[in-house]
């Protein structure tokens, strides 16, 4: 089947993908090594600057997710090409049946 988007896009969006995911992958060593970091200054209490950098991460990350969210929810995936194309094909396939019926 062939796909909507040229061969190009299908490309990009595989680079994009493929390099975002190695982007957030490498968001852990970073935290690690702001954990480690901030715990060596803190005395060696690793635990606290876990907490720390945790809460941080949940402050900015929690309301940049709700706020995500919140526009998934107002968008349409109602897919209006898809429904338009489907009625098409039932009226088209309603009528063959009447016509059928009609001849017998």
Known sequence: MNSPLPEKHEEHSVRAATFGALCAISAFPFLAFII???????????????LIVGLICVAVGGPLAMTAIKKMKEEDFTLPLTRGTLEEDRQVMNSNVHRIRSRT
């Open 36 to 50: 480690i970091g901030l715990g060596r200054l803190m005395n060696d209490n690793y635990w606290l600057s876990s």
